[in-house]
């Protein structure tokens, strides 16, 4: 098993050592910090609970990754033409994120100020609250950038024009995500552009033998920038002393878990779980309920549901998320085993792509590989799902233009062009 840092099987690992450093800290220590009782110390049923989901999870990946994904071949090798799939769709995307900067400074005066000025919590409030249009811009840009840079880094010719162009257009999206305090979606696009680097730039030019060492270092680069970036962001919402940051950091991350323990030991419970919001992705979701003439949610009434939900299980409402076993769990019970199955499943599937250098898992599986290294927050995977199988197919169907216009404009030198076998099947 190579790619350790990156695979779908180490990363699992991440949550299980969150949730056991809330396992084992003592109850009272965590009350003077969180000011809540730590319902989940030592709670063997919580840690079997986790394990059984985890292995089952494990299962699904081992077999998704049995399913026969054939080697994407579509190495363009012209210059010109690679130019051409990567600079339209980056240029595009640039100008969309110039333009709705200028619309922030325009309609919200002081704006783009607030976030690194400690107002971060007001700017959460506003996007939360939808005030700020078009703020899901970001989700269905971050996997255009992410296929910019896989495939720019697949290309065996330097191509400076394109780097450039890669490099600005992730500065003004990394803009954007800072000015609206998205860390929901700047952590997915750091740790997802982390997984196409280390597997283009370092894996594929490292001895597998090297692998796990590569592994150790790189993931204390990104454990150190994830760190960084949660204290940057603690810091912008308002927090100025190190005790409070130190609260904050572990509040993100093993408290999680003390809401799942909460479920098993106590009352809690979230108004909308019963409803299957948190294990059906929208647009879904919303079709489910029309077709069965139920009334909508919105996404701003459950996330304020879920403070009540804390609250009235005495716990710290700072902190609401469930973890995803705890979502799952109090959306599906005991079928919580079979749904992450499905999950594993998904999740091989989209690895061997990945590495096979299909469209599919280059959009989807740096995503994927977040939502299981997130699972002590929200189910990420299901919360962005339709956004990034949009891009996908667009990106689909612009990939096959662009091969289909090469073939046709050089029908004699076609050769020079190495196509995907789907992309053969359909110009013949």
Not at 170 to 193: D, E, Q, S
């Amino acid at each position: 098993m190579k790619y350790h840092a990156i695979n779908p099987y180490y990363v699992t690992l991440i949550p299980l050592l969150l949730f056991l450093i809330t396992f084992f800290y003592p109850s009272n220590s965590w009350y003077t910090i969180f000011e809540e009782a730590n319902v989940t110390y030592l709670s063997f049923g919580t840690l079997a609970f986790i394990l059984v989901c985890l292995l089952f999870l494990v299962f699904g990946i081992i077999l998704g990754s049995t399913i026969k994904i054939t080697r994407a071949q579509n190495k363009i090798h012209s210059k010109l033409y690679f130019n051409l799939l990567l600079a339209p769709v980056l240029t595009v995307t640039a100008i969309v994120f110039v333009f709705y900067i200028i619309y922030l400074a325009t309609n919200f005066p002081g704006y783009l100020l607030l976030t690194i000025s400690g107002e971060g919590d007001l700017v959460k409030s506003m996007v939360a609250g939808g005030q700020m249009n078009y703020s899901t811009l970001p989700n269905f840009a971050i996997p255009i950038v992410w296929w910019g840079w896989y495939r720019y880094y697949s290309f065996s010719d330097k191509l400076n024009t394109i780097l450039y162009l890669l490099r600005f257009t992730t500065l003004l999206l990394l803009i954007i995500l800072v000015v609206n305090a998205a860390r929901f979606a700047l952590m997915p696009f750091i740790i997802g552009w982390f997984v196409i680097y280390t597997k283009l730039i370092v894996f594929d030019k490292t001895s597998r033998k090297n692998h796990k060492s590569r592994s150790i270092k790189f993931v204390l680069i990104l454990s150190l920038v994830i760190l960084v970036l949660f204290s940057l962001f603690a810091i912008a919402r308002g927090i100025d002393n190190l005790e409070d940051l130190f609260s904050m950091i572990l509040g993100y991350g093993p408290v999680s878990f003390n809401r799942l323990g909460a479920i098993f030991h106590s009352n809690l419970t979230f108004t909308y779980s019963n409803t299957f919001v948190y294990v059906i992705p929208e647009p879904f979701f919303t079709a489910f309920r029309y077709i069965f003439s139920m009334q909508t949610i919105s996404g701003h009434e459950v996330w304020l549901s879920e403070f009540d939900g804390i609250q009235n299980a005495n716990l710290n409402h700072k902190y609401i998320w469930l973890t995803i076993f705890g979502y799952v769990y109090d959306s599906i019970g005991l079928f919580s085993f079979f749904y992450f199955f499905i999950y594993g499943i998904i999740t091989g599937l989209f690895w061997i792509a990945f590495l096979k250098g299909r469209l599919i898992g280059i959009v989807m599986y740096p995503l994927t590989y977040f939502s299981i290294f997130f699972f002590f927050g929200s189910n990420y995977l299901i919360t962005f799902f339709a956004y990034y199988l949009l891009i996908y197919a667009l990106l689909y169907c612009w990939e096959l233009f662009i091969i289909m216009l090469i073939y046709l404009s050089k029908p004699s030198r076609h050769k020079e062009i190495i196509m995907p076998l789907k992309y053969k099947t359909a110009i013949k």
